[in-house]
């Protein structure tokens, strides 16, 4: 008997089905053990010693684990495939064998991407030893965060009441909130103004055109800053004689967006679906250990927790088939696509999120699934799609007008873009966390240079400039991986713990710090800087991966850090 070892129960019943006999398959609920919240449970004095404490509600199932190896062949690890599922692994590992239920059992390591039977019996055809260098990075990350929390908390405890703790990473991004506030209490907003006219073609087309320069100068967008002024600019162009000085049309392609990261998930369905990431996670972790589908529990996506952006060989060839089949085979570009993730510190080593059968289309499986499980993997599955798919074809045309008033010359542009072949955007367009004001979907008329055109109405518009706006969870995922703090496992439980904590509000969707964060901030930075900087949290992220790759030692990285 071969006894695997999972994380969760529902992916042991899954595995245990595709094993069959000469298998049992355990779950250990996640970590089974951790540094205990007390003094010295990391010890910088002694080398790092690190003490671990078995989690009370794991010791029940550790001693049902020790029964079963004792009575295996083998036992095989096969926990999630990145850095925490490989601690887990190694945290067992070490349990079983202080325990002394390993004999002469043969010890196998064993990672598949996907919670399907081709995959899980592929894996078991190609085990290794548990990868040290992983193992080495975590205890890293976890020592760290001890000995910073455990520095900072107490601390903020005596001095700060109601203040709950402090981390590494959650300390940081609670400071991009709270700067973000600053940023814009310190904001102050300048008035401007905008003249736009409205103009027919001789074949009383009409169209509008902003005014973009005078007298041979380029405006600026603050140039007009006053209602007397924009008044002046009106009561020319209301006098001006209107002629098309150049018309240009320049084809623009638009290629489609790379298959989903854990952080550009978590991204898309905040915005799409109205999701927190946390939500989506949980969401996810359901689809990629199982789902019911006619008496049989499959698989429907990918490990979740990635910042990889590549697919199998296998997963595109079967794309480009789906693509041809539905859409037609001018939509299949000449060769397949390949993405290169330009997240910092990016481990490429796990495959983008993906349906692991991109055959199995969103209507197939809608009825098996909840209404959040169907939506999110609908997305999944549109994004894998059309991250193979044509680009799509623009015409992007810009149309120069002269406005003549006496013996001076005003200047005007419109702009507008024209689908020529819609190509991935048939099937899929990634929102926008801020709107962009520059993207222009109006198709302008046909007209031609020195053509005169006529005025229909001129319109002076008065704005005044907006101070950056508040983190979104969507817009925080993104700049935290920009800024390389954190990992694709983290994202959403920080958010949580800010949220949990009171530090952060929600608000129209936005993240607000409460008073608390804001003093819990101010006062890391006045006394523990170091530790809510944004270029100590990446830079730790960087030797972590130097870890990872046996290229340095972790006890070196924490003599460094500490």
């Not at 996907?114 to 193992?135: F, G, S, Y």
């Not at 102050?188 to 074949?203: C, G, K, N």
């Not at 899929?428 to 055109?453: C, F, I, T, V």
């Not at 830079?539 to 030692?553: H, T």
């Amino acid at each position: 008997m071969n006894l695997v070892l999972v994380e969760s129960p529902a992916k042991a019943k899954t595995i245990n089905k595709y094993l069959g006999k000469g298998y049992e398959v355990m779950a250990s609920f996640g970590h089974v053990r951790d540094l205990p919240a007390k003094s010295g449970s990391v010890d910088p004095d002694h080398d790092f010693r690190m003490l671990w404490e078995v989690d009370p509600k794991a010791a029940k199932r550790l001693n049902d684990i020790a029964r079963a190896v004792k009575d295996a062949d083998k036992l095989i690890l096969a926990t999630d495939p990145d850095r925490e599922g490989e601690a887990i692994s190694w945290h067992v590992l070490q349990i079983l064998k202080e325990k002394k239920a390993l004999k002469s059992q043969a010890v196998e390591r064993v990672v598949f991407n996907a919670i399907t039977k081709q995959a899980v019996t592929e894996a078991m055809k190609h085990p290794r030893a548990i990868d040290q260098a992983l193992v080495d990075a975590y205890l890293a990350r976890r020592a760290l965060d001890y000995l910073v929390g455990f520095t900072l908390s107490p601390v903020l405890w005596r001095k700060l009441p109601g203040a709950r703790s402090a981390g590494r990473v959650q300390s940081v991004a609670l400071r991009l909130v709270a700067d973000r506030e600053l940023e814009i209490e310190k904001f102050v907003s300048q008035e401007y103004w905008s003249l736009i006219a409205t103009l027919a073609t001789p074949r009383s087309e009409t169209f509008e055109a902003r005014l973009v320069g005078a007298d041979g100068k380029k405006l600026q967008r603050l140039d007009i800053g006053a209602g007397a002024d924009a008044e002046r600019f009106k009561q020319d162009l209301e006098n001006a004689a209107f002629t098309v000085a150049t018309v240009e049309a320049k084809p623009v392609k638009r290629h489609p967006y790379p298959p989903f990261t854990t952080s550009t998930l978590q991204q898309e369905a905040s915005r799409k679906l109205g999701f927190a990431p946390a939500h989506t996670m949980r969401v996810a972790q359901r689809l990629y250990e199982g789902i019911d589908i006619g008496g049989e529990t499959i698989g429907l996506i990918t490990y979740m927790r990635t910042d990889g952006v590549q697919i199998a060989n296998e997963a595109i060839t079967a794309v480009r088939e789906v693509v041809t089949s539905d859409y037609g085979r001018n939509y299949v570009p000449g060769a397949p696509r390949t993405y290169e993730t330009k997240a910092k510190n990016a481990q490429e080593a796990h495959e983008a999120i993906r349906p692991t059968d991109v055959a199995r289309r969103p209507r197939d499986v809608k009825s098996h699934l909840d209404n959040d499980q169907s939506r999110l993997y609908e997305l999944i599955w549109l994004r894998t799609v059309a991250s193979q798919m044509e680009s799509a074809e623009l015409e992007r045309t810009t149309v120069d007008i002269e406005a003549k008033v006496g013996s001076r010359i005003l200047d005007l542009r419109a702009t507008g873009t024209v689908v020529k072949f819609d190509g991935f955007l048939t099937l899929y367009n990634e929102d926008r966390d801020e709107a962009s004001e520059d993207e222009e979907s109006r198709r302008l008329p046909q007209m031609s240079g020195g053509e005169k055109l006529s005025k229909r109405s001129i319109a002076a518009n008065q704005h005044f400039t907006e101070p950056p706006p508040r983190y979104s969870e969507a817009s925080l995922v993104k700049r935290m991986e920009e800024l390389g703090i954190g990992r694709p496992s983290t994202y959403a439980s920080i958010l949580q713990v800010l949220k949990d904590r009171k530090y952060v509000r929600l608000d129209k969707k936005r993240l607000v710090p409460e008073d608390r964060g804001r003093i819990v901030v101010s006062f890391l930075e006045s006394f523990f800087a170091r530790y809510v900087e944004y270029d100590f949290t990446a830079a730790l992220e960087d030797k972590l991966d130097l870890i990872s790759n046996s290229e340095i030692a972790w006890r070196d990285v924490l003599r460094d850090f500490w």
